[in-house]
């Protein structure tokens, strides 16, 4: 992707009608289809985790790690806090 465009979609998760539908519905499947949690945080991946919003949206609940090929979403997805890997 064009290195110009991690900043326009770091901004748009955050706002976007789309990005936020899409981050109800994987909270709910997980919520449906995960076991019930325990008293540690389980785990999830997110693999193509781009800008790090989904990853921001699923600390709330979980311990996830993100994987992305790309140097510069795993840059942007650091300005969010959430812990994303090459």
Not at 13 to 23: I, N, V
Not at 24 to 51: F, M, N, S
């Amino acid at each position: 992707m064009r290195e110009e465009l991690y900043a326009e979609i770091f901004a748009m998760e955050q706002e976007h009608w789309w990005f936020a539908a899409r981050h109800q519905i994987v909270l709910h499947l997980l919520e449906r289809y995960l076991p019930p949690p325990t008293e540690h945080r389980q785990k999830v991946a997110d693999l193509g985790c781009g800008c790090g919003m989904m990853l921001q949206r699923l600390s709330e609940k979980y311990d996830p790690v993100g994987l992305d090929g790309s140097s510069h979403a795993i840059e942007f997805a650091s300005h969010r806090g959430v812990k994303a890997k090459l």
